[in-house]
């Protein structure tokens, strides 16, 4: 489960709108991973504008609901394999985004996507994203979960500097600052590791103790 699930929850993100792979990721999970989606505080697609929605969140048609009952964990780690495909996968989808965006752009003469600085950036971003997606598919074959939270720590590093790509229009609604948002709102709401997996400790600086 856990293998074929970080694939396919990777895929929808990477090549469609958030809500409409959220929408699809949930008609697809078994009833006991539905189980894991639909009780305690969870982005759901908003079907109808709230005027207490998240701004942010509903720009892209979701909104976070509290659904009734106690919050459940999946005995499989689904809801961990599923945060980190989606946070990889709208993490290529910024990339998508800011390169379609700096191709139409010119700067100082030259395509924006010509200058050897953006250039190197999207290379580097590009190729850590696929290494730890490649990672993610040997460990979700071998259900090696430890140190979750350190991958979690370099795709919020590896996000940040991918939200910046597109200057000051990534901070319009539904741009890249809107897909970090919601990369974020996905590891506070999945990602965490419980016990079974202790997270790393790091400083006020970010560094490991």
Not at 113 to 123: C, N, S
């Amino acid at each position: 489960m856990p293998e074929g699930l970080f694939n396919r929850v990777y895929q929808l993100f990477a090549s469609n709108e958030p809500v409409d792979a959220m929408r699809q990721l949930r008609l697809e999970l078994s009833q006991q991973a539905k189980d894991a989606f639909c009780q305690g505080y969870q982005l759901v697609p908003n079907e109808q504008a709230s005027p207490q929605a998240d701004r942010v969140l509903a720009s892209i048609g979701f909104e976070l609901r509290l659904q009734p009952g106690e919050e459940m964990i999946a005995g499989d780690d689904t809801q961990l394999v599923a945060s980190v495909a989606a946070r990889l996968g709208l993490l290529m989808r910024m990339l998508g985004t800011s390169w379609t965006h700096l191709s139409a752009r010119r700067s100082f003469g030259v395509k924006t996507t010509r200058h050897q600085l953006i250039k190197a950036e999207f290379a580097d971003l590009s190729s850590q994203c696929s290494l730890l997606v490649s990672q993610w598919r040997l460990r979700s074959v071998a259900r090696d979960f430890q140190d979750v939270e350190e991958d979690h720590w370099q795709i919020t590093l590896l996000t940040n500097r991918a939200e910046k790509l597109m200057g000051g229009h990534g901070y319009l609604l539904g741009a890249t600052h809107t897909l970090s948002y919601l990369s974020m709102m996905l590891y506070s709401l999945y990602g965490k590791a419980t016990g079974q997996y202790p997270a790393s400790r790091r400083d006020g600086q970010g560094v490991l103790a």
